[in-house]
C-alpha cells in the first residue's frame, strides 16, 4: 500500500472505510485450498466478490497469491502476498 495510507485508514473518520477493507478479506465459511480450486468467485462479508483464478493448480484469489493457510477456531486463515482493495460500490 501507498506510503500513509495505513496512517490515513486508521483516523476516525475512515473507520467505515478500514472496516470494508478488513471485510473484503473475510469469506464466510471453511474454505481450504482444495475448494478454493472448484470456485470462480467468493462472496465476502462487506457484500462484495472476489474473483478465484487457477494458476498452476493453485488457486488466486483477486490476484492475490495463497503463501500459506493456517486452521482456526472457525474455519481457515490464508495468507496472501498482497492487500485486497474493493472496488468503489456503485
Do not use: C
Not at 495505513?6 to 475512515?14: I, R, S
Not at 493448480?57 to 472457525?74: E, Q, T
Amino acid at each position: 500500500m501507498p506510503e500513509g495510507t495505513v496512517e490515513n485508514l486508521v483516523k476516525p473518520e475512515n473507520k467505515a472505510t478500514l472496516a470494508d477493507i478488513l471485510k473484503y478479506h473475510v469469506t464466510p465459511g471453511n474454505l481450504d485450498v482444495n475448494i478454493l480450486t472448484k470456485l470462480k468467485k467468493l462472496g465476502q462479508a462487506n457484500n462484495q466478490d472476489l474473483q478465484v483464478e487457477v494458476v498452476d493448480g493453485k488457486p488466486m484469489i483477486g490476484g492475490a497469491n495463497i503463501i500459506g493457510s493456517v486452521p482456526a477456531g472457525n474455519g481457515i486463515v490464508h495468507v496472501i502476498d498482497k492487500v485486497l482493495l474493493p472496488p468503489a460500490k456503485e
